[in-house]
């Protein structure tokens, strides 16, 4: 069974910085990308950044040029740096990793999610 951890969420004031890290754990595993999502309270779930196995990137447009992905193949793990922290960045963000462990089949699997809050 696979499972992701993350850390570093946590309050910090705006203009501040965070780093989230998500490590993906098992046996066999086969990372085809790996990605941050946030949910605001009473807002659905949206895509903050994804980054695919060939280093390929994406953002959410009101991100861009604050926060950066980026990954670590030898420890299958992902990171999200966030700068110049906004209020409305405050959610709960859940890493996701579309991965093959073993014999099972290629899925998508989601961390426990961190608290990130951004006091005004």
């Known amino acids: 069974q696979g499972d992701l951890v993350e850390s570093g969420g946590g309050l910090v004031p705006s203009g501040g910085s965070l780093r989230l890290s998500c490590a993906a754990s098992?046996?066999?595993?086969?990372?085809?990308?790996m990605g941050w999502y946030r949910q605001a309270p009473g807002k659905e779930r949206e895509l903050v950044a994804s980054?695919?196995?060939?280093?390929?990137?994406k953002y959410l447009d009101s991100v861009k040029d604050r926060f950066t992905i980026s990954r670590d193949f030898a420890k299958n793990t992902v990171y999200l740096q966030m700068n110049s922290l906004k209020p409305e960045d405050t959610a709960v963000y859940y890493c996701?990793?579309?991965?093959?462990?073993?014999?099972?089949?290629?899925?998508?699997?989601w961390g426990q999610g961190a608290q990130v809050t951004v006091s005004s």
């Open positions: 996701n990793a579309d991965m093959v462990l073993g014999l099972l089949p290629r899925y998508e699997y």
């Open positions: 098992g046996s066999s595993i086969t990372i085809y990308g």
């Open positions: 980054i695919n196995w060939n280093g390929v990137t």
